[in-house]
């Protein structure tokens, strides 16, 4: 696939066939992802790769963790967002509330469980970096993530970052005895569509270019 045919038509997947996906092409999809540039070559990512049972026995202990603590999706904000923003999230809920309805699904349920499930696909990787490192070093595990998420795209795979289990760092470094000294960054699942679901027929827009740039000539 031609990279700019990945860029523009990779999206994010809700829905998973329970097919595996095999040891073999997540090393294949690795190899490529570690190329991506880190400040002063650092490499600072690591990755847990959690398949088979484990997986899901990773995702029935975050949905109960969600029922018990109710911690929702966010944007992460630390003030109040400015109407720009809030309009882009709103836009998005009011488009993908119809394939939900059609699924008998209500939205905050879908979103908050599915992240907690990775929307049942048969991988999930955990993307981690090592607390000697500042927050400046998270651009490098965005850059690495967004590698991966076009090179899975390439090869006929899915995904989507799971930003919400972040909120369960402590207990997902528990259950997959992840060292103290790593952080949990975000999330990805990991699996070959299900396009049965009414989900995946749904694109998040995106808002026109000329928002977002800033020319100084």
């Given at each position: 696939?031609?990279?700019?045919?990945?860029?523009?038509?990779?999206?994010?997947?809700?829905?998973?066939?329970?097919?595996?996906?095999?040891?073999?092409?997540?090393?294949?999809?690795?190899?490529?992802?570690?190329r991506?540039?880190?400040?002063?070559?650092?490499?600072?990512?690591?990755?847990?790769v959690?398949m088979?049972?484990?997986?899901?026995?990773?995702?029935?202990?975050?949905?109960?963790?969600?029922?018990?603590?109710?911690?929702?999706?966010?944007?992460?904000?630390?003030?109040?967002?400015?109407?720009?923003?809030?309009?882009?999230?709103?836009?998005?809920?009011?488009?993908?509330?119809?394939?939900?309805?059609?699924?008998?699904?209500?939205?905050?349920?879908?979103?908050?469980?599915?992240?907690?499930?990775?929307?049942?696909?048969?991988?999930?990787?955990?993307?981690?970096?090592?607390?000697?490192?500042?927050?400046?070093?998270?651009?490098?595990?965005?850059?690495a993530?967004?590698?991966?998420?076009?090179?899975?795209?390439?090869?006929?795979?899915?995904?989507?970052?799971?930003?919400?289990?972040?909120?369960?760092?402590?207990?997902?470094?528990?259950?997959?005895?992840?060292?103290?000294?790593?952080?949990?960054?975000?999330?990805?699942?990991?699996?070959?569509?299900?396009?049965?679901?009414?989900?995946?027929?749904?694109?998040?827009?995106r808002?026109?270019?000329?928002?977002?740039?800033?020319?100084?000539?």
């Amino acid at each position: 696939m031609d990279l700019l045919e990945a860029i523009k038509t990779r999206k994010s997947i809700r829905a998973f066939k329970a097919d595996p996906v095999s040891k073999e092409q997540i090393e294949e999809m690795l190899r490529l992802v570690v190329r991506a540039p880190s400040a002063i070559n650092l490499q600072p990512w690591e990755f847990y790769v959690v398949m088979g049972d484990e997986k899901a026995r990773l995702s029935r202990r975050l949905v109960k963790l969600y029922r018990e603590k109710q911690i929702s999706c966010s944007p992460g904000n630390i003030k109040p967002l400015s109407a720009e923003f809030n309009k882009r999230g709103a836009e998005s809920f009011i488009l993908m509330n119809p394939y939900l309805e059609k699924m008998g699904m209500d939205f905050n349920c879908f979103v908050n469980e599915g992240s907690c499930n990775f929307y049942g696909a048969p991988t999930a990787v955990i993307m981690c970096l090592d607390n000697a490192f500042s927050e400046a070093r998270l651009v490098d595990i965005g850059i690495a993530l967004g590698y991966f998420v076009l090179i899975a795209h390439n090869l006929g795979l899915s995904t989507c970052p799971i930003g919400l289990i972040n909120a369960y760092e402590d207990d997902i470094k528990e259950i997959l005895n992840i060292p103290d000294n790593k952080d949990v960054v975000i999330g990805l699942a990991l699996g070959y569509r299900d396009d049965s679901s009414p989900i995946n027929e749904f694109t998040s827009p995106r808002d026109s270019v000329d928002n977002f740039i800033h020319w100084i000539d």
